[in-house]
């Protein structure tokens, strides 16, 4: 059954030889100078665009970097190697590779005023919260782009993988947040890449082991196997749990802007012509900005109307439409 099943998804006619894929995925092997000398060419020229499409938050520019960045080969030469349970240059390749990306967005990040609100950019927020989803896509890209490697006939689809897969842009937006001395919000970049890297690897790991890439003399040594396996589904594991409790964060403090907002409403009804413009909590702070044509009714109303509704001590702020900040207290206080 197992036969049959790796028939459907990978006909033999249609399979890429174990001395291919090593051709691809070795930098170590064959005309390896070459190779070396492409990877981290290109490597630094993603790395380049990447930073450029971040601190202009173009998302166009950073697709085109992620389009041409080469870190899915060495990741995907990691799950080959374990596969094989043989030594690699593979994690060698995507440790150094992070680091030289890390660096350049640290320096880049040099042209940024120290005021800078790095929240503001739509292509550094978007990477510093990762949640469960990225790694459920993660991994659905992982298994597309090892079976695409596989197969002959939809290497066609390997761009788009690369589009899919996030290696690059988190990096430099480490390495951004870092020179900005924003560590939490790095960490939440780091968190993303390395979670995007843990599912790449593992769903490499399944596919090419399924499709029985391993070697004839290596498949008795299933102790090294799960050995593998499982510092692997352990690492996964761990990434996993931060991504749940992130993901939980991010929606208890949608349902608290919700009913924030909805209490600013009823705040501001006596108010004609007053309407509540965004509401946002950074830095455990809950930031409240209005429009109204004339005095702000009493702070401690607002107050009032939001406990309850939030946390009790969480400090609030009311921005008015003149960029006025009123510090209205700590709801509870």
């Given at each position: 059954m197992l036969n049959s099943?790796?028939e459907?998804?990978?006909p033999?006619?249609q399979r890429?030889?174990?001395?291919?894929?090593?051709?691809?995925?070795?930098?170590?092997?064959?005309?390896?100078r070459?190779?070396?000398s492409?990877f981290?060419?290109?490597?630094?020229?993603?790395?380049?665009?990447a930073a450029?499409?971040v601190?202009t938050?173009?998302?166009a520019?950073v697709i085109?970097?992620?389009?041409i960045?080469?870190?899915?080969t060495?990741?995907?030469?990691i799950?080959?190697?374990a596969?094989?349970?043989?030594?690699?240059?593979?994690?060698?390749?995507?440790?150094?590779?992070?680091?030289?990306?890390v660096?350049l967005?640290?320096?880049?990040?040099?042209?940024l005023?120290?005021?800078?609100d790095?929240l503001?950019?739509?292509?550094?927020?978007?990477r510093?919260?990762?949640?469960l989803?990225?790694l459920?896509?993660?991994?659905?890209t992982g298994?597309?782009?090892a079976l695409a490697?596989s197969?002959?006939?939809?290497a066609?689809?390997?761009p788009?993988?690369?589009?899919?897969?996030?290696?690059?842009?988190?990096?430099v937006?480490?390495g951004?947040c870092?020179?900005?001395t924003?560590?939490?919000?790095?960490?939440?970049s780091?968190?993303?890449f390395?979670?995007?890297?843990?599912?790449?690897a593992?769903?490499?790991?399944v596919?090419f082991?399924?499709?029985g890439?391993a070697?004839?003399?290596?498949?008795?040594?299933?102790g090294a196997a799960?050995?593998?396996?499982?510092?692997l589904?352990l690492?996964f594991?761990?990434?996993?749990v931060?991504?749940v409790?992130?993901?939980?964060a991010t929606?208890l403090?949608?349902?608290?802007?919700?009913r924030?907002t909805?209490s600013?409403?009823?705040?501001l009804?006596a108010?004609?012509?007053?309407?509540?413009?965004?509401?946002?909590?950074?830095s455990?702070?809950?930031?409240?900005?209005?429009?109204?044509?004339g005095d702000?009714p009493p702070?401690?109303?607002?107050?009032?109307d939001?406990?309850g509704?939030i946390?009790d001590?969480?400090?609030?702020?009311v921005v008015t439409n003149?960029g006025r900040?009123v510090?209205?207290?700590?709801v509870?206080?």
């Amino acid at each position: 059954m197992l036969n049959s099943l790796r028939e459907r998804v990978l006909p033999d006619h249609q399979r890429r030889t174990l001395e291919e894929l090593e051709g691809d995925l070795d930098l170590s092997a064959g005309d390896s100078r070459a190779k070396q000398s492409a990877f981290w060419s290109m490597l630094l020229l993603s790395s380049v665009i990447a930073a450029g499409g971040v601190l202009t938050d173009s998302t166009a520019t950073v697709i085109g970097a992620m389009i041409i960045a080469p870190l899915s080969t060495p990741i995907m030469g990691i799950a080959l190697g374990a596969v094989q349970r043989r030594r690699t240059t593979a994690a060698f390749f995507v440790a150094a590779g992070g680091l030289l990306v890390v660096a350049l967005g640290a320096l880049f990040s040099l042209v940024l005023p120290a005021s800078y609100d790095l929240l503001s950019n739509s292509q550094i927020s978007s990477r510093t919260s990762p949640g469960l989803m990225d790694l459920v896509a993660a991994l659905a890209t992982g298994f597309a782009g090892a079976l695409a490697l596989s197969r002959r006939d939809v290497a066609a689809v390997l761009p788009g993988v690369a589009i899919a897969i996030s290696l690059v842009p988190p990096l430099v937006v480490t390495g951004v947040c870092l020179g900005q001395t924003a560590w939490w919000l790095a960490l939440g970049s780091f968190v993303l890449f390395v979670s995007n890297l843990l599912a790449m690897a593992f769903a490499g790991m399944v596919v090419f082991g399924g499709l029985g890439y391993a070697t004839a003399d290596r498949r008795q040594e299933t102790g090294a196997a799960r050995r593998t396996y499982l510092a692997l589904v352990l690492l996964f594991g761990a990434v996993g749990v931060l991504l749940v409790a992130n993901t939980a964060a991010t929606v208890l403090v949608q349902l608290w802007t919700t009913r924030a907002t909805n209490s600013a409403d009823e705040w501001l009804a006596a108010s004609p012509g007053a309407s509540v413009v965004n509401v946002s909590a950074q830095s455990r702070t809950l930031y409240i900005q209005v429009r109204t044509p004339g005095d702000l009714p009493p702070v401690e109303a607002l107050l009032a109307d939001l406990k309850g509704q939030i946390p009790d001590g969480v400090p609030v702020v009311v921005v008015t439409n003149e960029g006025r900040q009123v510090q209205a207290g700590r709801v509870g206080g």
